[in-house]
């Protein structure tokens, strides 16, 4: 008896949960409104059935429940009833799979003049490829990827030289034109999935897969990674941007080409030397680092990490947070640097300078740390020597109370929180594992020890 | 009367009850006793899967509170809890469990045919078990790539246990692909050859039918299982390249080329579906004997209901690909694998619409095993029709990946499967101990584990829809489609969670406290008409019949039969005039 009533009652409430649920599609914002369609077709049809099964199995128990009926009624097979309902059965599955036949038909087939454009994945953020006036993409190899040829591009193809490249997570995509991704991965699966374009697609290392859309709305959207691909698989972010055509064009035109990257000259240690002068007042002459002033070690770091810092000062990335008192201060001198050019002189010079042992200032209880830096050392390397590839700096032998500021200011927000901070919003998800102040410092003084 | 080899020379051979306590309880080659070998190791395994999933639920509920909770040990949570359920805990527990319990009790037989090698399967299984719990004790901790493994992910840099805790898990998976060969053989070499005088295999329970079929699906699809596992280890200890190609792992070039990452997932959805109804399969036939016991009619449409369980049998072989619908392959391979999806849900609502006609014109006793079979079809019929979503290829687009998928596979193949088990217990746990389980405690157990996964997985479906990704250690407030309403779902989600593994334990002690405590039960407590209740002994003895092996005269669902005066007539009661023979199908009588 309380199971029948159970029974109606799960039935009435998922029923009323369906209607009343606040959790739906996002608004879409490409043209495979037919993939929602075929939802609500298969809603229907399923449901009819959810409820009309379940109440016929309340009422059979209601009705035929012991001391009501006497004894059973005996009846092996009925071949009518049998063959009746499979029949429904059925008509109700083909009205399900044909419309969603039809639809897989037109995913499969790319519409004629779709621009291409490479989605490049790898632990754990993306990176894309135009491919520009030829309309080839030249040819790839994971084996000839490096810090300098992070696209893994082929250089004796022509075809590539004028490829766009756009190392960074965000894309950009005129609307209403339609879109062929072609996906690849460096390293192992991952997937590129915008929930408001609806479809996506796994990437491969080894293979090129794809899926096309025209996009149909302006906006940002996140990118996310739907295919698990490692530790810090949910903190792999994109955005994909769909602009207007003129906005596109002026963007796309912004990015560096292949033959443009390559043109990329090392920097000048020499020239380095005088644009580093101002910046010895505060972080030293040796880039020794000063805490009394707040200035961290310099020497020692990646090259490639102070390059992009030093662009993201410049540029308003970091250091624009109201509680960053000290980024603040790096502003103006940031914006000293001309170009990318004099960045390039003045962090060739930085390399050059002679990697003291900092003084450790921070304690800790060195075994929960080492627990902690198991998590770190995905990104940054089991010897915290830092890895190109994932965007993740030098952490052994720096400033130890400049690695703690940091970890705090990625936790309050005031780090990473920028929108184009992409690699800096990764660690400030990242940095709410460790719990407060302790593990912070458990943390940092096991980072003393690399 | 069909001949059957080994009945018919039953008096060539001697009985010879061992009696000493370890070749009785430890050393033991009896069928029943093999059972609850695999029994308890199973449920051991499964209450450890349990915790995993209630301390990943924990840090989805409430983020950044339990610090001890990283994302490597998320991840890896998730991927044993996984893969422990769904091989070691359901597998081990249909097959090892109640296919060597059931088998021989239904079929008439002494044993399995091959005892020996029965108890070698046991033992087998116990060290596959041992040396999964031996990977999560190495260096870096058990692997944490999802249980699907998928590779280069598995054996790379940057997923939890990529070393050690892969090798662990594979070699674990080998021995236990060792041990079921010998079960599964015995299974199906036992069913064919050893059932007793006059039970054709149209007579068969439907529960013998389950897990028959179940046995050969096993056979054929964990040989796929195995391959990939030996040569993955092979590419991860050795350098060859099977699954892997030319890769920059952490932005190194690797040693690796040439080899195909979906190669794996083809091989492992080649078993992997199966796998899912090895599971359902034995849950489909043993959920019809309960219903029809207990309703205590006949089950409706036996015929059909056989054909039902080897049609999605041979089915399963050829839907593999519905798992990998946006994996890459071919997108050509969606139109083939979506239809042969759909096609399987026919037989499978067959069997549905035969369960609830079988409680139709019934005699319903709502007993403890008949609220979690009924609980079953509810359950089922909610999972099986959200996989029409996600087996309709394009449907399957915006939702794979998401929180729908998960739902769908806990109600189909967690929480569904996971009812019949405990059905089962309450109903055959009198005939393996001669005595009930509490009632009430039954009854708490039922409410709050049927109420309270369904509390767990209904909303889930529609964080789904909404596209929240699945496998997320954390979901940050800067995905701007999230809104904190999910964030406050997770809390009650995990609510749930815990609710529902802490009524287990009433379960638990009510398995212990019953062993002594509980009402002794007679030998036919539920007056069924199969074999293993018309046993001399309950529990039965060694060799299961006494001297003479039964014979069986009638199919198993004489429930009810009009002019008998009692509502049910044992298979193994000839045709009289208080007892006629029913109106079974597809033999002579």
């Given at each position: 008896?309380a199971?029948?009533?159970?029974l109606i009652v799960?039935?009435?409430?998922?029923?009323?949960?369906?209607?009343l649920s606040?959790?739906?599609?996002?608004p879409?914002?490409s043209?495979w409104?037919?993939?929602d369609?075929?939802?609500?077709v298969t809603?229907?049809?399923?449901g009819?059935?959810?409820v009309?099964?379940?109440?016929f199995?309340a009422?059979a128990?209601?009705r035929y429940?012991?001391?009501?009926?006497?004894?059973?009624?005996y009846e092996?097979?009925?071949k009518?009833?049998?063959w009746?309902?499979?029949?429904?059965?059925?008509v109700?599955?083909?009205?399900?799979?044909a419309?969603?036949?039809a639809v897989?038909?037109r995913?499969?087939?790319?519409?004629?003049?779709?621009?291409?454009v490479?989605?490049l994945?790898q632990?754990?953020n993306?990176?894309?490829?135009?491919p520009?006036?030829d309309?080839?993409l030249?040819?790839?190899?994971?084996?000839?990827?490096?810090l300098?040829?992070?696209?893994?591009?082929?250089?004796?193809?022509?075809?590539?030289?004028?490829?766009?490249?756009?190392?960074s997570?965000e894309?950009?995509?005129?609307?209403?034109e339609?879109?062929?991704?072609?996906?690849?991965?460096?390293d192992?699966n991952?997937?590129?999935?915008v929930?408001?374009?609806r479809v996506?697609?796994?990437?491969?290392p080894g293979?090129v897969?794809y899926f096309?859309?025209t996009?149909t709305?302006?906006?940002?959207?996140?990118?996310l990674?739907?295919?698990?691909?490692g530790?810090?698989h949910?903190a792999?972010?994109g955005?994909?941007v769909?602009d207007?055509?003129?906005t596109f064009?002026?963007w796309l035109a912004?990015?560096?080409?292949?033959?443009?990257?390559?043109?990329?000259t090392?920097g000048d240690?020499?020239?380095?030397?005088?644009?580093?002068?101002?910046?010895?007042a505060?972080?030293?002459?040796?880039?020794?680092?000063?805490?009394?002033?707040?200035?961290?070690?310099?020497s020692g770091q990646?090259?490639?990490y102070?390059?992009?810092?030093?662009?993201?000062?410049k540029n308003?990335?970091?250091?624009?947070h109201?509680?960053d008192v000290?980024?603040?201060?790096?502003i103006?001198?940031?914006?000293?640097?001309?170009d990318?050019?004099?960045?390039?002189n003045?962090?060739?010079?930085?390399?050059?300078?002679?990697?003291?042992?900092?003084?450790?200032?921070?304690?800790g209880?060195v075994?929960?740390?080492?627990?902690?830096?198991r998590t770190?050392?995905?990104?940054?390397g089991?010897?915290?020597?830092?890895?190109?590839a994932t965007?993740?700096?030098r952490?052994?032998?720096?400033s130890?109370?400049?690695?703690?500021?940091?970890?705090q200011n990625?936790?309050?927000?005031?780090r990473?929180?920028?929108?184009?901070?992409f690699?800096?919003?990764q660690?400030a998800?990242?940095a709410?594992?460790?719990?407060?102040d302790?593990?912070?410092?458990d943390?940092?003084?096991?980072v003393?020890?690399l | 009367m069909a001949?059957?080899?080994?009945?018919d020379r039953?008096h060539e051979?001697a009985l010879?009850?061992p009696?000493?306590?370890?070749?009785k309880y430890i050393w033991?080659?009896?069928?029943k006793?093999?059972?609850?070998?695999?029994?308890?190791v199973?449920?051991?395994?499964?209450?450890v899967a349990l915790t995993?999933?209630v301390?990943?639920r924990?840090?989805?509920?409430?983020?950044d509170?339990?610090?001890f909770?990283?994302p490597?040990?998320?991840y890896?949570?998730i991927?044993?809890?996984?893969?422990?359920?769904?091989?070691y805990?359901?597998?081990?527990l249909?097959?090892g469990?109640?296919?060597?319990?059931l088998?021989?009790?239904?079929?008439g037989s002494?044993?399995?045919?091959?005892?020996y090698?029965?108890m070698?399967?046991?033992?087998?299984?116990?060290l596959?078990?041992?040396?999964?719990?031996?990977?999560?004790?190495?260096p870096?901790?058990p692997?944490?790539?999802?249980w699907?493994?998928?590779p280069?992910q598995?054996?790379?840099p940057?997923?939890?246990?990529?070393s050690?805790?892969i090798?662990?898990?594979?070699?674990?998976?080998a021995?236990?692909?060792v041990?079921?060969t010998?079960?599964?053989?015995?299974y199906?070499?036992?069913?064919?050859?050893a059932?007793?005088?006059?039970?054709?295999?149209m007579r068969?329970p439907l529960?013998v039918?389950g897990?028959?079929?179940a046995s050969?699906?096993g056979?054929l699809?964990?040989p796929?299982l195995?391959?990939?596992?030996v040569m993955?280890m092979l590419?991860?200890?050795?350098?060859?390249?099977?699954?892997?190609?030319?890769v920059a792992?952490?932005?190194?070039?690797?040693?690796?080329?040439?080899?195909s990452?979906?190669?794996?997932?083809?091989?492992?959805w080649?078993f992997g579906?199966?796998?899912?109804?090895?599971?359902?399969l034995?849950?489909f036939?043993?959920?019809?004997?309960?219903?029809?016991?207990?309703?205590?009619?006949n089950?409706?449409?036996?015929?059909?209901m056989?054909?039902?369980?080897?049609a999605?049998?041979?089915l399963?072989?050829?839907?593999?690909?519905?798992?990998?619908?946006?994996s890459?392959?071919?997108?050509?391979?969606?139109?083939?694998?979506a239809?042969?999806?759909?096609i399987?849900a026919?037989?499978?609502?067959i069997?549905?619409?035969?369960?609830?006609l079988?409680i139709w014109?019934?005699?319903v006793?709502?007993t403890v095993?008949?609220?979690f079979?009924?609980g079953?079809?509810?359950t089922?019929?909610n999972?099986?029709l959200?996989?029409?979503?996600l087996?309709?290829?394009?449907?399957d687009?915006?939702l794979s990946?998401?929180?729908?998928v998960?739902?769908?596979?806990?109600?189909?193949?967690?929480v569904?499967p996971?009812?019949?088990?405990?059905?089962?217990?309450?109903?055959?746990?009198?005939?393996?101990?001669?005595?009930?389980?509490?009632?009430?405690?039954?009854?708490?157990?039922?409410?709050a584990?049927?109420?309270g996964?369904?509390a767990?997985?209904?909303?889930?479906?529609y964080?789904g829809i909404?596209?929240?990704?699945?496998?997320?250690?954390?979901?940050?407030?800067?995905i701007?489609?999230i809104?904190?309403?999910v964030?406050?779902?997770?809390q009650?989600?995990?609510?749930?969670?815990?609710f529902?593994?802490?009524v287990?334990m009433?379960?638990?002690?009510?398995?212990v406290w019953?062993?002594?405590?509980?009402k002794?039960?007679?030998d036919n407590p539920w007056?069924?008409?199969?074999l293993?209740w018309?046993t001399?002994?309950?529990?039965?003895k060694?060799?299961?019949?006494?001297?003479d092996?039964?014979?069986?005269?009638r199919?198993?669902?004489?429930?009810?039969?009009p002019?008998a005066?009692?509502?049910?007539?044992?298979?193994?009661?000839?045709?009289?005039?208080?007892?006629?023979?029913?109106?079974?199908?597809?033999?002579?009588s």
């Open positions: 008896m199971l029948a009533v159970a799960l039935v009435l409430g998922t029923v009323l949960f369906h209607f606040p959790w739906w599609f996002t879409i914002a043209n409104e037919m993939m369609e075929t939802v609500q809603f229907w049809v399923t009819i059935v959810f009309a099964v379940n109440l199995l009422y128990i209601l429940r012991t001391g009501r009926g006497g004894k059973a009624h092996p097979e009925n009518k009833l049998e009746w309902l499979t029949i429904g059965t059925s109700g599955i083909a009205a399900m799979l419309p969603g036949l897989w038909a995913f499969v087939t790319v519409p004629e003049g779709a621009a291409v490479e989605v994945g632990q754990w993306w990176s894309y490829r135009f520009g006036e309309g080839k030249g040819t790839t190899d994971a084996r000839l990827i490096s300098d040829n992070p696209f893994g591009m082929n250089a004796a193809d022509t075809a590539g030289h004028d490829d766009i490249l756009v190392a997570p894309l950009h995509l005129p609307i209403n339609p879109v062929k991704l072609l996906l690849r991965a460096k192992v991952h997937q590129f999935a929930p408001q374009f996506k697609m796994d990437m491969v293979m897969t096309w859309l996009p709305r302006t906006g940002q959207f996140d990118a990674c739907e295919q698990l691909c530790m810090a949910f792999m972010r955005r994909v769909v207007e055509q003129d064009k002026a912004q990015q560096p080409t292949y033959a443009n990257t390559r043109e990329v090392a240690p020499s020239v380095g030397e005088a644009l580093f002068a101002p910046c010895t505060c972080h030293g002459a040796q880039a020794q680092g000063n805490r009394e002033l707040n200035a961290p070690k310099l990646a090259a490639w102070l390059v992009r810092q030093l662009q993201d000062f308003g990335v970091r250091g624009a109201e509680g000290y980024g603040k201060q790096m103006p001198f940031a914006s000293m640097l001309a990318d050019a004099a960045i390039r003045v962090v060739a010079h930085i390399a050059r300078l002679p990697d003291q042992e900092p003084e450790t200032t921070v304690f209880d075994e929960k740390g080492r627990k902690h830096y770190c050392s995905s990104c940054h089991v010897d915290g020597k830092g890895i190109w965007h993740a700096p952490l052994s032998n720096m130890d109370w400049y690695l703690a500021r940091q970890l990625f936790q309050k927000g005031i990473g929180s920028h929108p184009r901070d690699y800096g919003s660690m998800q990242m709410d594992v460790l719990a407060d302790k593990a912070i410092n943390l940092i003084g096991y003393d020890t | 001949f059957v080899a080994i009945a039953d051979h010879h009850d009696q000493s306590f370890i070749r033991s080659q009896d069928h006793v093999i059972a609850v070998q695999y029994a308890i199973a449920i051991a395994i499964g209450l995993m999933s301390l990943m924990l840090q989805l509920g409430f983020p509170t339990f610090a909770i990283a490597e040990n998320y890896q949570f991927t044993m809890h996984g893969m422990i359920m769904v091989i805990l359901l597998t081990a249909f097959l469990g109640f296919g060597n319990y088998i021989p009790l239904m079929c002494r044993d399995m045919v091959f005892p090698m029965n070698l399967s046991f033992w087998v299984y116990l596959a078990v041992l040396v999964l719990v031996a990977g999560m004790f190495v870096g901790g692997t944490g790539a999802g699907t493994l998928y280069p598995a054996i790379l940057g997923t939890p246990g990529a050690w805790g090798i662990c898990m594979l070699a674990s998976l021995i236990f692909i041990a079921f010998m079960g599964g053989l015995n199906v070499t036992t069913v064919l050859q059932r007793c005088r006059g039970m054709t295999l068969m529960s039918w897990i028959f079929t050969i699906l056979l699809a964990f796929a195995f391959v990939s596992a993955m590419d991860s200890l050795v350098g060859t390249s099977f699954f892997m190609p030319a792992s952490m932005g190194e070039p690797s040693r690796y080329s040439g080899g990452p979906l190669l794996f997932q083809h091989l492992f080649f579906h199966p796998e899912v109804y090895i599971v359902a034995p849950a036939g043993i959920v019809s004997d309960l219903l029809s016991t207990h309703a205590r009619r089950i409706f449409g036996y015929r059909m056989v054909w039902a369980i080897l999605i049998g041979c399963s072989f050829v839907v593999w690909a519905h798992h990998m619908y946006i890459g392959m071919n997108p050509y391979f969606g139109f083939f694998f239809t042969t999806t759909l399987i026919v037989p499978t609502a069997k549905v619409y035969n369960w609830v079988t014109r019934g005699d006793h709502l095993p008949m609220l079979a009924i079953f079809i509810f089922f019929v999972g099986g959200t996989g029409l979503f087996g309709n290829v394009t449907v687009v915006p990946g998401t929180y729908f998960v739902a769908h596979f806990h109600m189909v193949m967690g569904s996971i009812l019949v088990v405990f059905g089962a217990i309450y109903h055959w746990y009198p005939k393996m101990t001669g005595r009930m389980l509490d009632e009430t405690l039954g009854k708490i157990h039922f409410w584990t049927f109420i996964t369904y767990i997985y209904l909303p889930m479906h964080l909404l596209g929240v990704p699945r496998r997320y250690y954390a979901y940050s407030n800067s701007e489609f809104p904190p309403s964030h406050e779902v997770n009650w989600i995990t609510i749930s969670a815990l529902v593994a802490a287990q009433v379960f638990l002690f009510n398995l019953s062993l002594r405590h509980g002794p039960s007679g007056r069924a008409t199969t293993e018309q001399p002994d309950t529990p039965p060694h060799g299961n019949w006494g001297k092996l039964p014979v069986v005269y199919w198993a669902y004489d429930y009810s039969v002019s005066p009692q509502d049910f007539i044992p298979q193994n009661v000839p045709p009289d005039d208080r007892t006629p023979a029913g109106r079974e199908h597809g033999v002579k």
